[in-house]
């Protein structure tokens, strides 16, 4: 859900709004043993593990700092933004927003490419000091790693060719991750409906 998050607000307290706001709970579901991923009206649930939690601390602030939305265009979105911006050494990152940016052509090709040419001129928080970050107030990190000309950058003929080889590079990506992920759905789908029935009032731990 699309939050708008004020300026002096710092990026921890950003972050717990956003977790509420979402219902990713206190934690935003770091500690969860599977993630759900819904595919349209079809849910992929898929494991939480430890290299993709690494990612998701930061994936999350990206969220506070482009605005982003969280239903499934906008997480193409930041998936092409952050390719283009730079994931760095994590390897999770890579991987999952090659196949989001991907996806993202088949759902909202003019809004993925125009999220990779702004990412192009801005920088994500991948592999800064975490706990520094969170301290920041929310225009502090904008201006530090979305600043305004990023945002008006126009696309060129680098950023075409770049695009097209992320894409291509993607589909191989995609193709992998949904003949690992699928045969895994079901295991997901129990685990989601014990979660459900943990959660439910009234429910024994």
Known sequence: MLTTYPEAMTMRDARKVYFETNGFGETGGYDEAWVDFKLGPIPMPFPNTKARVEAVRYHDLHHLLTGYDTDIVGELEISAWELAAGCKSYSAAWVLNLAGATAGMLRAPGRVFAAFVRGRGQQTT?????ETVLGMTVGEARRRFTRAAGAARRATLADVLLFAATVATGLVVLLILLVVVVPLVPFGLLAH???????APGATP
């Open 126 to 130: 991948y592999g800064e000091d975490l």
């Open 193 to 199: 409906a014990a979660r459900q029935r943990r959660a």
